[in-house]
């Protein structure tokens, strides 16, 4: 990461429901726990972005006050859509368990219909990430067994 300015983690919210409400306890920790969070924390002159589509409004907008260097953007990918950023703005994309969900039957994941309904839905992040990546980038993917 010595040379990486701008970062996004794609899928990297905290797997937060709308329907559930921001008042828990479990949100700020879900929050504070994020990946992003403890690197834009430490590294102050980095840019860091997270895209999900299950992100706390007003617990972002907190975190987003105290880290300047920290960015939620609030969205879903389907096959159709393109991420909101220009082609070749990122350094580093991180994905994160957003395959995994294909493997798994469970009803939780089935009632998402962003990351996780589909094969072309998996593809399409990957293309994604390749359009918005500089040249040199550097696309990180994590799994589950």
């Known amino acids: 990461m010595p040379d990486e300015k701008r970062l996004l983690d794609l899928g990297g919210g905290p797997n937060w429901d ?12 879900a929050m504070e726990a994020l990946h992003f969070v403890h ?8 840019q860091f972005f997270v895209f999900d589509f ?3 409004t007003d617990y972002s907008k907190k975190l987003q006050k105290e ?17 909101p ?4 703005s990122f350094d ?17 994941y089935k009632r998402f219909d ?13 293309m994604e990430s390749s359009r918005i990546l500089k040249s ?4 990180i993917i994590r799994e589950r067994r």
Request: hydrophobic share 40%; aromatic share 16%; net charge neutral.
């Open 114 to 126: 962003g990351f996780g309904r589909s094969i072309v839905t998996y593809l399409r992040a990957l």
């Open 85 to 88: 950023f220009q082609d070749e």
């Open 39 to 46: 690197l834009a924390r430490k590294f102050p002159q980095k």
């Open 54 to 56: 299950g992100i706390p």
């Open 67 to 83: 880290l300047p260097n920290l960015r939620f953007c609030i969205g879903f990918l389907t096959p159709q859509d393109c991420l």
């Open 92 to 108: 580093s994309v991180e994905m994160n368990f957003i395959y995994t969900p294909f493997s798994i039957q469970d009803e939780w």
């Open 18 to 29: 709308s329907h559930w409400g921001e008042k828990d306890a479990w949100v700020a920790q």
């Open 136 to 139: 040199k980038g550097t696309l």
